[in-house]
């Protein structure tokens, strides 16, 4: 969320970022929004005020025994109390109002975020690896998984519908040494504190996140009133929501292996075939919680720990700079990881990392104390994935395929496989 205060002293600013992301000037209708709440505020408290005059004026009145001045006194204080409570509720919906508002205005890209429409406009930051040279064909991962005889989807659908998958046997176990492997990485290497947390939250928390209220469609509610998180990045940046931390303890590095569940509500007809896109996945979630000076430099830092797990598994990948036009509603800046799908024969999202500045910190109250500063100052946010295990799990299939059909295990996942150094045909 933005501060109101930074909008009424940078009206041209703020429209000029929402131009870049593509969205409607806010700035003026903003601003008069504030106005009308501080107006009623101001009536509101000058009411009180007369109230409270007028009822030490009835005292004095009654003392000089000037019984007239005391019951118009005591009229006027009681055609106060009357109208207050509609004053106070036309504050409450006034408050809301703003608040709804403000809540659903993206963040403000930083100065150095290449400007775009859409995913053309993101920019090439890196080039890693090289793509994979074979003589037989490349193929797709479900065409691979369903001949081994490990990958599912008809089962899948006659359990849950489409965009679910069966993994069994040697590709399960694949899965799970993915997730296993990063989690080892982020933790024993990267200082990442890893975190078992619930899969359920309440709105408060989607809302500190920024998944409310605007992408309500996108996620799964529960029938008491809970979501089913998008990303463990809801639970990990919501463990210091209210909080005031010490910033000699910061940053604070969270990770998390969980599965993630969303409705994908604005894809239907995209990425059918597989599981490229599903409603249940698993990730290996990086966040970071920082102080205002350190966040830039734990981005790159963050997007290199999420690289690092392509790099092991012997990946080639790409690094982009989203564009304005392509960036997440919470985000400041963002570098997508992209890894080399032979099958597809194009780069795919593997990973997104982004820092948020004080965007979620100001939603979730969450705030570090400086030394020998009165002030506290809301936390900066970062996240990433480090990195999603289905797709790194399609990317293994499609890069390690050899002409028999079968795949080889990467060097780096076989202490996990339990002397497994290729999956063969069931």
Avoid at 378 to 406: K, P, Q, W
Wanted: charged share 30%; proline share 4%; net charge negative.
């Amino acid at each position: 969320m933005l501060d109101i205060k930074w909008i009424r002293e940078n009206e041209q600013a703020l429209d000029e970022a929402l131009a870049k992301r593509g969205a409607e000037p806010m700035a003026a209708e903003l601003v008069a929004m504030d106005e009308r709440r501080r107006s009623i505020i101001q009536k509101l408290q000058d009411m009180q005020s007369r109230r409270n005059a007028a009822s030490k004026e009835i005292g004095a009145a009654m003392a000089q025994k000037d019984l007239e001045l005391a019951e118009k006194l005591k009229a006027e204080v009681a055609e106060i109390k009357e109208t207050m409570p509609a004053a106070e509720q036309e504050e409450r919906e006034a408050i809301a109002a703003l608040d709804d508002a403000l809540s659903r205005l993206p963040n403000i890209p930083l100065d150095d975020v290449p400007v775009g429409e859409n995913e053309s406009g993101n920019v090439v930051k890196r080039v890693v690896g090289e793509k994979p040279r074979w003589n037989h064909p490349a193929k797709e991962h479900f065409d691979i998984g369903e001949a081994l005889g490990y990958m599912d989807f008809d089962r899948a659908s006659k359990l849950s519908g489409a965009r679910f998958t069966v993994l069994t046997s040697q590709l399960a176990r694949l899965e799970r040494a993915l997730g296993q492997f990063m989690l080892d990485m982020h933790t024993m290497e990267h200082g990442y504190t890893e975190v078992s947390s619930p899969l359920m939250v309440k709105a408060e928390a989607m809302y500190g996140t920024g998944q409310l209220p605007k992408f309500e469609e996108d996620l799964f509610k529960t029938t008491d009133g809970r979501y089913l998180i998008p990303t463990a990045e809801v639970t990990l940046t919501n463990l210091v929501s209210a909080e005031v931390l010490e910033q000699e303890k910061l940053p604070l590095r969270f990770t998390s292996l969980t599965p993630s569940f969303r409705s994908e509500a604005g894809s239907a007809g995209r990425d059918t075939r597989g599981m490229l896109r599903q409603h249940q996945f698993w990730k290996c979630e990086l966040v970071s919680i920082t102080d205002a000076e350190s966040s830039l430099a734990e981005h790159e830092r963050m997007t290199e720990c999420a690289e690092n797990v392509l790099k092991r598994l012997g990946l080639h990948f790409r690094t982009m700079t989203l564009c304005t036009g392509d960036m997440g509603f919470g985000a400041r800046k963002t570098y997508d990881i992209e890894v080399w799908l032979p099958g597809q024969d194009t780069y795919r999202e593997i990973s997104s990392c982004s820092v948020c500045g004080d965007f979620q910190g100001r939603r979730m109250n969450a705030r570090y104390r400086v030394k020998d500063e009165k002030a506290l100052r809301f936390v900066h946010t970062l996240n990433g994935s480090g990195t999603a295990v289905g797709r790194c799990l399609i990317a293994v299939l499609e890069n390690y395929l050899n002409e028999d059909g079968s795949v080889t295990i990467p060097d780096a996942l076989l202490p996990y496989m339990g002397g497994l150094t290729r999956i063969e045909k069931a």
